[in-house]
Protein backbone atom coordinates (compact mmCIF):
# COMPACT_ATOMS: atom_id res chain seq x y z
CA UNK A 1 0.00 0.00 0.00
CA UNK A 2 1.55 3.07 -1.34
CA UNK A 3 1.31 6.27 1.14
CA UNK A 4 -1.40 8.95 -0.23
CA UNK A 5 0.05 11.85 -1.91
CA UNK A 6 0.63 15.26 -0.45
CA UNK A 7 2.40 18.59 -1.18
CA UNK A 8 5.52 18.74 1.11
CA UNK A 9 4.98 21.99 1.64
CA UNK A 10 2.24 24.79 1.21
CA UNK A 11 2.52 28.31 2.80
CA UNK A 12 0.32 31.04 3.05
CA UNK A 13 0.47 34.92 5.31
CA UNK A 14 -1.73 35.51 8.28
CA UNK A 15 -5.67 35.72 8.04
CA UNK A 16 -5.24 33.64 4.35
CA UNK A 17 -6.77 30.46 3.61
CA UNK A 18 -4.77 27.60 2.07
CA UNK A 19 -5.81 24.54 1.23
CA UNK A 20 -3.86 20.90 1.75
CA UNK A 21 -4.40 17.97 -1.11
CA UNK A 22 -4.63 14.45 -0.79
CA UNK A 23 -4.38 11.98 -3.38
CA UNK A 24 -5.18 8.01 -3.23
CA UNK A 25 -6.26 5.39 -5.57
CA UNK A 26 -9.81 3.50 -6.25
CA UNK A 27 -8.54 1.30 -3.07
CA UNK A 28 -8.99 3.93 -0.09
CA UNK A 29 -9.94 7.33 -1.10
CA UNK A 30 -12.27 6.93 -3.89
CA UNK A 31 -13.77 4.05 -2.41
CA UNK A 32 -14.53 5.05 1.33
CA UNK A 33 -15.88 8.22 3.12
CA UNK A 34 -13.46 7.69 5.48
CA UNK A 35 -10.69 10.46 5.05
CA UNK A 36 -9.22 11.68 8.67
CA UNK A 37 -6.77 14.75 8.86
CA UNK A 38 -4.02 14.84 11.84
CA UNK A 39 -2.28 17.96 13.08
CA UNK A 40 1.14 17.35 14.56
CA UNK A 41 3.53 19.37 16.12
CA UNK A 42 7.20 18.91 16.76
CA UNK A 43 8.01 16.21 19.17
CA UNK A 44 4.43 15.57 19.86
CA UNK A 45 1.42 13.23 18.83
CA UNK A 46 -1.00 13.81 16.03
CA UNK A 47 -4.33 15.30 16.91
CA UNK A 48 -7.03 14.55 14.65
CA UNK A 49 -8.78 17.74 13.08
CA UNK A 50 -11.47 15.99 10.66
CA UNK A 51 -12.77 12.51 10.29
CA UNK A 52 -15.08 11.06 7.94
CA UNK A 53 -13.97 13.03 4.94
CA UNK A 54 -15.79 16.52 6.42
CA UNK A 55 -16.66 15.47 10.50
CA UNK A 56 -14.83 18.31 12.59
CA UNK A 57 -14.76 17.40 16.03
CA UNK A 58 -16.51 19.59 18.67
CA UNK A 59 -13.09 21.00 20.03
CA UNK A 60 -11.46 22.10 17.02
CA UNK A 61 -11.74 25.09 15.06
CA UNK A 62 -14.04 25.80 12.74
CA UNK A 63 -11.26 27.12 10.60
CA UNK A 64 -10.42 24.05 9.73
CA UNK A 65 -12.84 22.01 7.25
CA UNK A 66 -12.60 18.74 4.58
CA UNK A 67 -13.76 18.04 1.34
CA UNK A 68 -12.93 15.26 -1.27
CA UNK A 69 -13.67 14.81 -4.94
CA UNK A 70 -13.25 11.57 -6.59
CA UNK A 71 -9.55 10.20 -5.54
CA UNK A 72 -8.64 13.53 -3.77
CA UNK A 73 -9.49 14.83 -0.29
CA UNK A 74 -8.43 18.84 1.03
CA UNK A 75 -8.11 20.19 4.08
CA UNK A 76 -8.80 23.87 3.94
CA UNK A 77 -7.65 25.62 6.83
CA UNK A 78 -9.04 29.25 6.86
CA UNK A 79 -7.71 32.70 8.43
CA UNK A 80 -4.45 31.24 9.00
CA UNK A 81 -2.56 31.93 12.02
CA UNK A 82 0.91 31.51 13.41
CA UNK A 83 -0.05 28.80 15.62
CA UNK A 84 -0.90 26.62 12.79
CA UNK A 85 2.35 26.01 11.51
CA UNK A 86 2.54 22.52 12.02
CA UNK A 87 2.87 19.48 9.86
CA UNK A 88 -0.36 17.64 8.52
CA UNK A 89 -1.15 14.22 7.32
CA UNK A 90 -4.53 12.68 5.81
CA UNK A 91 -5.32 9.22 6.12
CA UNK A 92 -7.80 6.93 4.49
CA UNK A 93 -9.18 3.71 5.38
CA UNK A 94 -8.27 0.90 2.58
CA UNK A 95 -9.97 -1.73 3.20
CA UNK A 96 -9.75 -5.23 5.43
CA UNK A 97 -9.05 -3.49 8.72
CA UNK A 98 -6.11 -1.37 6.90
CA UNK A 99 -5.10 1.90 6.74
CA UNK A 100 -2.90 3.93 4.63
CA UNK A 101 -1.44 7.89 5.76
CA UNK A 102 -0.40 10.53 3.57
CA UNK A 103 3.00 11.21 3.32
CA UNK A 104 2.75 15.04 5.06
CA UNK A 105 2.19 18.42 4.27
CA UNK A 106 3.96 20.90 6.42
CA UNK A 107 2.34 24.15 6.59
CA UNK A 108 4.60 27.69 7.23
CA UNK A 109 2.90 30.49 7.86
CA UNK A 110 4.62 33.68 6.37
CA UNK B 1 -11.29 10.76 30.18
CA UNK B 2 -8.89 8.74 27.23
CA UNK B 3 -5.48 7.91 27.92
CA UNK B 4 -3.16 5.99 26.27
CA UNK B 5 0.21 5.89 28.14
CA UNK B 6 3.19 3.87 26.64
CA UNK B 7 6.38 2.38 27.76
CA UNK B 8 9.53 3.96 27.92
CA UNK B 9 12.31 4.36 25.06
CA UNK B 10 14.39 1.25 23.61
CA UNK B 11 17.85 0.91 22.63
CA UNK B 12 17.98 -2.72 20.71
CA UNK B 13 20.67 -4.16 18.23
CA UNK B 14 19.73 -5.24 14.95
CA UNK B 15 18.34 -8.71 14.83
CA UNK B 16 16.54 -8.48 17.87
CA UNK B 17 13.29 -7.91 19.22
CA UNK B 18 11.50 -5.24 20.81
CA UNK B 19 8.11 -5.17 22.81
CA UNK B 20 6.23 -1.94 23.25
CA UNK B 21 3.37 -1.67 25.76
CA UNK B 22 0.37 0.86 25.92
CA UNK B 23 -1.94 1.07 28.35
CA UNK B 24 -5.31 2.37 28.27
CA UNK B 25 -7.79 3.92 30.89
CA UNK B 26 -10.63 6.07 30.37
CA UNK B 27 -12.29 3.42 27.64
CA UNK B 28 -14.27 0.68 27.61
CA UNK B 29 -10.99 -1.61 26.29
CA UNK B 30 -13.07 -4.30 24.50
CA UNK B 31 -14.83 -2.02 22.44
CA UNK B 32 -11.72 0.19 21.48
CA UNK B 33 -9.02 -0.47 18.77
CA UNK B 34 -5.75 0.36 19.19
CA UNK B 35 -3.55 0.63 15.94
CA UNK B 36 0.34 1.25 15.91
CA UNK B 37 1.70 4.21 13.89
CA UNK B 38 5.51 4.74 13.66
CA UNK B 39 7.04 7.47 12.51
CA UNK B 40 10.63 7.15 10.95
CA UNK B 41 12.93 10.39 12.21
CA UNK B 42 11.75 13.78 9.99
CA UNK B 43 9.68 11.07 7.90
CA UNK B 44 6.06 11.30 8.02
CA UNK B 45 3.23 8.73 9.60
CA UNK B 46 3.12 5.03 8.72
CA UNK B 47 0.34 2.91 9.84
CA UNK B 48 2.00 -1.05 11.17
CA UNK B 49 -1.32 -2.73 12.43
CA UNK B 50 -4.39 -3.15 14.62
CA UNK B 51 -6.08 -4.85 17.33
CA UNK B 52 -9.64 -5.33 18.04
CA UNK B 53 -9.52 -6.50 22.20
CA UNK B 54 -13.16 -7.57 21.84
CA UNK B 55 -12.21 -10.24 18.96
CA UNK B 56 -8.60 -10.79 19.70
CA UNK B 57 -7.81 -10.24 16.53
CA UNK B 58 -5.11 -7.94 14.48
CA UNK B 59 -4.70 -6.96 10.77
CA UNK B 60 -1.14 -5.68 9.72
CA UNK B 61 0.31 -3.83 6.80
CA UNK B 62 1.34 -5.80 4.12
CA UNK B 63 5.26 -4.63 4.77
CA UNK B 64 5.14 -5.62 8.23
CA UNK B 65 3.18 -9.34 8.20
CA UNK B 66 5.58 -11.99 9.92
CA UNK B 67 8.22 -9.75 11.59
CA UNK B 68 4.84 -7.68 13.92
CA UNK B 69 2.97 -8.98 16.56
CA UNK B 70 0.24 -6.82 18.10
CA UNK B 71 -1.75 -8.30 20.92
CA UNK B 72 -4.36 -7.01 23.64
CA UNK B 73 -4.55 -7.78 27.36
CA UNK B 74 -7.66 -7.44 28.40
CA UNK B 75 -7.63 -7.86 32.14
CA UNK B 76 -4.52 -5.28 31.80
CA UNK B 77 -6.59 -3.44 29.45
CA UNK B 78 -2.96 -2.74 27.84
CA UNK B 79 -2.37 -3.23 23.88
CA UNK B 80 1.26 -4.50 23.12
CA UNK B 81 3.42 -4.50 19.31
CA UNK B 82 6.43 -6.31 19.09
CA UNK B 83 8.90 -6.35 16.30
CA UNK B 84 11.45 -9.15 15.63
CA UNK B 85 14.15 -9.27 13.60
CA UNK B 86 15.04 -5.05 13.96
CA UNK B 87 16.96 -3.19 11.63
CA UNK B 88 18.74 -0.02 11.84
CA UNK B 89 15.80 1.26 9.72
CA UNK B 90 13.54 0.13 12.18
CA UNK B 91 14.79 3.00 14.35
CA UNK B 92 11.29 5.39 14.69
CA UNK B 93 9.38 7.02 17.13
CA UNK B 94 5.72 4.02 17.84
CA UNK B 95 2.56 5.31 18.69
CA UNK B 96 -0.10 3.42 20.02
CA UNK B 97 -3.36 5.16 18.30
CA UNK B 98 -7.51 4.61 19.70
CA UNK B 99 -10.29 4.28 17.69
CA UNK B 100 -14.03 3.75 18.74
CA UNK B 101 -14.85 0.10 17.20
CA UNK B 102 -17.23 1.18 14.34
CA UNK B 103 -15.39 4.19 13.19
CA UNK B 104 -12.44 4.76 11.35
CA UNK B 105 -10.55 7.91 12.53
CA UNK B 106 -8.05 7.90 15.72
CA UNK B 107 -9.53 10.09 18.43
CA UNK B 108 -6.48 9.17 20.68
CA UNK B 109 -3.08 8.73 20.71
CA UNK B 110 -0.38 7.71 22.89
CA UNK B 111 2.63 9.67 23.78
CA UNK B 112 5.19 8.07 21.69
CA UNK B 113 8.12 5.51 22.67
CA UNK B 114 11.39 6.11 20.71
CA UNK B 115 13.00 2.33 19.38
CA UNK B 116 16.57 2.69 18.61
CA UNK B 117 18.07 0.17 16.70
CA UNK B 118 21.70 0.25 16.77
CA UNK B 119 24.79 -2.16 17.31
Known sequence: QSALTQPASVSGSPGQSITISCTGTSNDVGNYNLVSWYQQFP??????????????????????????????????????????????YCCSYAGNSAYVFGSGTKVTVL | QVQLVQSGAEVKKPGSSVKVSCKASGVTFRSHVISWVRQAPGQGLE?????????????????????VTITADESTTTAHMEI????????????????????????????????TVTS
Open chain 2, 84 to 115: SSLRPEDTAIYYCAGRVSGYYHFDHWGQGTLV
Open chain 2, 47 to 67: WMGGITPIFNSAAYAHKFQGR
Open chain 1, 43 to 88: GKAPNLLISGDTERPSDISNRFSGSKSGYTASLTISGLQADDEADY
